[in-house]
């Protein structure tokens, strides 16, 4: 796999003197769909703006298929199809004929067959001639991505693209967000829905207050995820774990009063009934036990823990 856009240190810092990024580094292979996770105010917009060409970056660099986004402005921004967050359009404008402009601002000559194909694949073919201001929230959103690809971008970004949308809606953007994919379109969306992420993503870039937390594969992400803890409170505290329960990875609580065993709610067995009985066999007794979930919270902050640590 190559990197269609890598992005080494990035930083911004707004006039008035805010760091929105804190030294930002990303690979983004071709092809791949990568889902920048991040909450609000997190710096997801900035990234991509920055990349886009829209803001300036204050610092590092980056490259679209190759290309500095500074020195070689456009030709990077050739290669991007942007889908931003606001709803902008032009409402006394036909669909076809809005699409067709955006195609023209990158003097790029006329196409029709290539803009009744964007428009068949998102089903607005038929809404064509419509207004843009008769269209439904959904519908909308689709012109804006039919736009962002009349230039025939390698890469597609959609930032926030089911944000404030219902449940279909959003499937229906998966949908079309998968179908691009197979087309060899790369695509990079942000969302601050696990789901989302979950849902589209081979890949997942964490990001918060300005920095990238981790940037891993979708399915060992979720596995992490899945991790649960049981908690299991003795009736008398022990001194160690009983060497009968050496098999499973069970941790003493430092008064001695508590095991804590870890398990993948994915797995095929958890191995709870089995320690159970084990419990028994070693005589320990129990006073309560309880099971906790591993959020997605817990493990951004183990995350930054880790990180002020080393
Ligand atoms: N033009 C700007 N001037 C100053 N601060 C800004 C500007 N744009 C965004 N910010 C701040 O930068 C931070 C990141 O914003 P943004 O990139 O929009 O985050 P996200 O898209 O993840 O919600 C926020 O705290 C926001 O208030
Ligand atoms: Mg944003």
Redesign the pocket.
Known sequence: MTAIVSVKDLRKV???G?E?LKGVTLEIEEGEILALL?P????????ISALCGITVPTGGSATVGGYDIIESYRDTRRLIGLVP?DLSLEPFEKVITSVRLSRGLFGLRRDEALIEDILRRLSLWDKRNDQIKTLSGGMKRRVLIAKALSHEPRVLFLDEPTAGVDVELRRDMWEIVADLKTQGVTIIL?THYIEEAEAIADRIGV?TD?QILLVQDTATLMRQMGRKELRIDLKTPVEAVPPVLGGYDLQLTADGAALSYSYDTNADGTGITALLGDLAKAGLALADIHTKQSSLEEIFVGLVHKEDAS
């Open positions: 707004y006039d008035g805010f929105a991040g609000n105010g997190a710096g997801k917009t900035t990234l967050q942000t990001i300005g």
